[in-house]
């Protein structure tokens, strides 16, 4: 993570869900009501404070692995450049499942700053199937495309996966072959969406690596002094959400409570 990018040392990163995208199972709304919404809650992290946000394709379940096609590059390309209008701070994007060349490629078209990879560094078995490493590939078509000021922010043994191939290599092993692979960051999360990760595993990732450690699941006001000596940096989306549910309302008072929890107030 370029320490310019943010102005804060452990950074807050507000999750933007936005709506199933048109030719999904679950795609009802048109496009410029599912861009509306993004912006609505961009504009709610923004006006709370918020270091950063990311956009994510979350309600296009079931995912389809490792590529997506041109009508959601074009949609998410849409969404996250409408989202960094209105937030105008450090914007990041991750399109599901590990369309991780998808998401540099629409970074750029956006005006974004980092994507989220999938399956950067080791190989998992994930509920859509078998994720294979990617850094090779996706760097050399980063360079390719001119986006290498786009930093990739790496999962490990990442939620909703099993890691069993790889049981022989721990968390701290995983996170220092993501830096060897030239990772920026990496992320380390719980078993699932809105689990929090253990503070060891943290621990663990910044024993082993240089490079910047978030937290990409779970975290909510009340874990979160848990974290603040150790991590550095958090991706919040469900404890900002009605019923702490991500894919709830976003509800600006969440927001603060967690703002001020992140920030020792």
């Known amino acids: 993570m370029n320490p310019n ?3 804060v040392a452990r950074p807050a990163i507000g999750m933007i869900h936005v709506g199933a995208l048109p030719g999904t199972p679950a795609g009802r709304l048109p496009l410029r009501q599912i861009v509306a919404q993004a912006v609505i809650e961009a504009r709610i992290y923004r006006e709370a404070g918020m270091d950063g946000v990311a956009v994510e394709n979350m309600h296009d379940v079931p995912y389809l692995r490792g590529t997506v096609g041109p009508e959601i590059v074009a949609a998410m390309a849409i969404i996250g450049q409408a989202v960094k209008t209105e937030f105008g701070g450090v914007t990041g994007m991750q399109i599901l499942a590990a369309a991780n060349r998808e998401a540099v490629a629409v970074a750029l078209a956006s005006g974004l700053d980092w994507v989220r990879v999938e399956g950067f560094a080791f190989a998992h078995v994930a509920d859509e199937g078998f994720i294979n490493s990617c850094a090779a590939e996706l760097l050399r078509y980063r360079k390719h495309i ?9 999962d490990i043994k990442k939620k909703h996966s099993s890691h069993a191939i790889t049981a022989d290599i721990s968390l701290g092993e995983t996170a220092a072959a993501a830096e060897f692979m030239r990772a920026d960051a990496v992320i380390v999360t719980g078993p699932a969406t809105g689990h929090p990760p253990t503070p060891e595993d943290v621990v663990a990732a910044k024993a082993t690596t240089k490079l910047p450690v978030l937290l990409g699941s779970g975290v909510d006001k009340d874990n979160i002094r848990k974290f603040r000596e ?7 989306g469900s404890a900002c959400k009605q019923n702490s549910r991500w894919d709830q309302p976003l509800e600006a008072e969440r927001v603060a409570e967690f703002l001020r929890a992140a920030r020792g107030e």
């Open 5 to 7: 990018l943010f102005k």
């Open 146 to 154: 001119g986006a290498e000021h786009i930093q990739i922010w790496a």
């Open 230 to 236: 150790v991590a550095d940096g958090f991706i919040v």
